[in-house]
């Protein structure tokens, strides 16, 4: 990990000046004082219920060597506090200088729905030929991804950064810090309506990254994705396509689904490649094709793509299936959900043939549209589930009697703890439970709290 001096924060925008030793250096950085590691610089933010400010002692005390806050206070001996107007404005600002030192390529990941999981196979690919670095988790904000840029790798010959947004403006503030040189589209879903008003807004977002490319290099964008179809029309850039259509540069198609997985062909130019890949959802194929087209733009070889999909690693609660007591299976996508997301799941469960119980959270952010999607995925869950546990407010209870009206046994509750009795009573020997929601719901911990309960010993 690369270390900076405090003094390099001097001619950065909203920076007052510096106290203490300009020369002390640090490496990495924390926006939390209970999580800092010996030699960090400490970033003091505002929040809703809490002033970093508040904090910066206590950081020094926990081992940070330099921090950047808004109130003046005394570091102590040999460290460094950087005074600054806007500290995580000014973070950013750093990052940015950071970014135009590495010499390397930058591979941006946008879209509504699988940049976690398209920036993970990504990486993987990459690096069965060069030294790669990418975000950890998910921290594609305007927190995450100047302390991604900061903690950077500078030996790597690839960055790949996830960027995401929720609200108009964030995509122009996050890309002209990344200043990426290629950009991996994934697709345009109805996520964050609240404060994005429609698809045509978010695509309008999403696309705005092209706008900050540093060294313009390719785009690859979602072949089946109505509105990423409009990229190699409106810009002057070198695009690849991938997708079920025929006219996509990397074409696929299912051969075979069932619980486990699926068997899947890939055709690029004159090759062609059958791979079993271990997604129950079939939209984690999108992710996976754009990962494997990165590849083969910058030289690989399609054959790869068979030891990739050995190893490959599911991120954590976003498709995990775990065998349980009475050959109970579980299916665990409790990280995140949108309606695009829960139907594609769905329709991919309709090839098990096994008594199916589902768990399904409320999906936030849909603003006016959220009731007539809510009750969308009820109607489709009774053609899927025997039975179905609804989680959240009111766009839950729309769900739940959505579902209702086929006859079929549903529960809506605002709190999953509300729900476990009701859950286990309709779980028989050999059925298959699908738990998918967001992290807000909670339904992570639902996950949690059944493989303790009933998980195999």
Not at 239 to 257: A, Q, R, V, W
Not at 320 to 337: A, F, P, R, W
Request: proline share 3%.
């Amino acid at each position: 990990m690369r270390k900076y001096l405090a003094k390099e924060f001097e001619k950065i925008e909203g920076v007052k000046k510096i106290i203490g030793n300009p020369d002390a250096f640090f490496e990495g950085i924390s926006y939390d004082s209970r999580r800092i590691n010996n030699g960090n610089l400490f970033v003091a933010v505002k929040g809703e219920t809490f002033d970093g400010n508040d904090f910066v002692e206590k950081a020094f005390e926990s081992g940070a060597i330099v921090s950047i806050a808004s109130k003046e206070v005394t570091p102590h001996d040999g460290k460094s506090l950087i005074l600054s107007e806007c500290p995580e404005k000014s973070v950013q600002e750093f990052a940015k200088s950071v970014r135009k030192k590495f010499e390397g390529s930058v591979i941006g990941v946008v879209g509504s729905v699988g940049k976690t999981t398209t920036k993970e196979f990504a990486s993987e690919f990459l690096k069965t030929s060069f030294k790669t670095y990418s975000n950890e988790g998910n921290k594609n904000n305007l927190l995450g991804l100047p302390e991604t840029i900061i903690n950077g790798d500078f030996e790597s010959k690839y960055w790949i950064l996830e960027m995401g947004i929720s609200k108009k403006g964030e995509m122009d503030e996050l890309a002209s810090i990344a200043m990426p040189d290629s950009v991996i589209f994934t697709s345009i879903n109805p996520v964050h309506l609240e404060f994005l008003d429609d698809l045509k807004t978010i695509y309008d977002e999403k696309k705005r990254v092209l706008s900050h490319l540093l060294r313009p290099s390719f785009v690859i964008f979602n072949n089946d994705d109505p509105f990423l179809k409009k990229i190699q029309e409106e810009f002057n850039l070198k695009c690849y396509s991938y997708g079920t259509s025929d006219d996509s540069d990397l074409k696929f198609k299912i051969l075979e689904n069932g619980e486990k997985g699926v068997h899947t062909q890939f055709d690029y130019q004159k090759h062609t490649i059958s791979i079993e890949l271990p997604f129950l959802n079939s939209s984690y194929l999108y992710n996976f094709a754009s990962a494997l087209l990165l590849h083969l733009i910058v030289g690989g070889d399609i054959s790869t793509a068979k030891d990739v999909a050995k190893n490959i690693k599911i991120p954590s609660h976003r498709g995990i299936i775990y065998e349980l007591q009475n050959e109970i299976t579980l299916y665990d996508d409790s990280y995140n959900s949108n309606p695009e997301a829960v139907k594609s799941l769905l329709y991919s469960l309709k090839n098990i043939k096994r008594k199916k119980i589902g768990v399904l959270g409320e999906m936030k952010e849909l603003g006016k549209e959220s009731f007539k999607y809510h009750s969308l995925i009820g109607d489709i869950a009774s053609s899927i589930f025997s039975s179905l546990l609804c989680v959240g407010d009111e766009p839950a209870k729309v769900m739940a009697e959505s579902f209702g009206r086929k006859n079929r046994d549903v529960l809506w509750v605002k709190k999953f703890e509300d729900g476990i009795d009701f859950i286990k009573s309709k779980l028989d020997e050999g059925s298959f439970l699908v738990v998918k929601g967001s992290r807000s719901i909670g339904l992570d911990k639902l996950v949690d709290f059944l493989l303790k309960e009933i998980g195999k010993q």
